[in-house]
């Protein structure tokens, strides 16, 4: 079902630049001999990543049978039929799935501490043959049979932001960065989501109100940035931007570019991989953003796109066109996957997702050890999965498009290099990290799921008397006695 279409792209851009001295060069070359090779020719396999699905995969879904292109493509479409309750997932997928699934997936969401709600097209390109192994499925369907139990060190607010908010909607925990969370809507909701504490449903109200509602909610925000001269770099997160209307983006991105020691913006957003059409079709919202990347060019700052794809499967022809719109209109565009055991845990198909992601002028960021986070044990991999991967992945394509792998650890430390850890034992899966630059004083933990643990380890953790001085063993052979665990 794969197309390539990257001859025909090197021949457009050719005459797009008109290169004719070029080009006349290029002829020539088709009749001088290739010096000998020292590597052994590549196969397909090898360039996979260059090819972008272009059928109508959506029709599939006897539901979406007679959609057309232009009506899928179409953003509306994508929002209009977004499934949000188990009664319209099961509607869209009965006839393609056994009854037993629908089932443990009715389970699943009832047990879930997330909502539900997935755009057509990531339904659509879901593998319904095999759900339980789609890296998509994994992402936003639970299955009550693949529940795991949480681990016992699972705290709320994991990633203790609250303690680091300064106003209602700011997160001000490094120097001279500050993260703004403006909304708290996105357009799926992921199961691994970590801030599932404040993503909820969207409240319904008239348009005027809640523009000036929102503008009055954000001062307090925008007034704090305003007073901190050590800020040079907000993260505009979530929520997500995909959810602002052109208006409120606009506002957001002229008044922080307004803030003379604001030098760097990040728009945070799933919305490329999730509803990719968006940026062809809904120009208001494109247009706004592309005229906020040139307004800060001309200030001589930069407004950039954060993006995150897990897995090369929520890549299409439809996201290269959107990508390529973006990077003709000069914006940079940077991802941060998470990673998932069974959608990117494997060498293979993180290099995959990495060369995909560069091929498209996305600039591969962040890879985060997952998140601890209630009832998704089954998604989380070893700390030392993590390791072995970054071991894997770097040197297989240019440096500034390797991604960091990261550990944003429990109790507010912040992101860590998730092998710069004091100490790791690979048995009780305790990973013992400081951060400097946050707080000198702490010692921040991160723990491994059970289950993937050897025996012995597990057999530990079943003990809840030990689980104490498994933490504090750790923390003594980091050398760390002295400093308070966070
Ligand atoms: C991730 C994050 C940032 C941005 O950090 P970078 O490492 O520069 O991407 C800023 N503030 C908070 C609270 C964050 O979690
Ligand atoms: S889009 Fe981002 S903020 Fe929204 S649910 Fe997914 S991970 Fe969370």
Known sequence: ???????????????????STASALLQDLADVEAPPALKAP??????????????????????????????????????????QTIEQLQELIAPLVPRAFLEDVGAGLRQAPMNLRISPYLLSLIDWDNPYDDPIRIQFIPAASRRLADHPRLSFDSLNEQQDAPTPNLVHRYHDKALFLPLDVCPVYCRFCTRSYSIGPEAGHDKLAAFRASMKEWQPAFAYLASRPEIEDVVISGGDTYNLSASRLRLIGETLLGIPHIRRLRFASKGPAVMPMKILSDSAWTDTLLDLVDMGRQLGKEVALHTHF????????????????????????????????????????????????????VQPYYVYQ????????????????????????????????????????????????????????????????????????????????????????????AEPREHERIVQEAVEAAGLSALQPA
């Open 310 to 361: 897990n897995s090369v499967n929520e890549i299409t022809d439809i996201t290269r066109a959107a990508m390529h719109k973006l990077f003709q209109g000069g914006m940079t565009v940077r991802n941060q996957s998470v990673l998932i055991r069974g959608v990117n845990d494997e060498a293979d198909a993180m290099v995959r997702l990495v060369r995909q992601l560069s091929y498209m002028n």
């Open 42 to 83: 590549v196969n397909d396999e090898a360039l996979v990543h260059r090819e972008f699905l272009d059928a109508e995969f959506w029709r599939r879904i006897p539901a979406f049978r007679r959609v057309a292109k232009a009506e899928f493509c179409d953003h509306r479409f994508q929002i209009r039929h977004s499934v």
């Open 370 to 461: 997952h998140d601890m986070v209630k009832g998704v044990e089954e998604l989380r991999t070893r700390v030392q999965t993590a390791v072995e991967l970054e071991r894997q992945v770097r040197g297989s394509t240019a440096g500034f498009n390797t991604p960091t792998f990261v550990t944003d650890v429990p109790g507010g430390g912040g992101k860590r290099d998730v092998h710069s850890y004091d100490y790791y034992d690979e048995l009780t899966g305790v990973s013992v990290y400081r951060s400097p630059a946050v707080d000198p004083d702490k010692v921040y933990l991160y723990f491994d799921p059970i289950h993937l643990l050897p025996e012995a380890g597990r057999r530990r953790w």
């Open 1 to 19: 079902m794969k197309q390539s279409q990257s001859q025909d792209r090197v021949l457009e851009s050719a005459n797009a630049l008109e290169m």
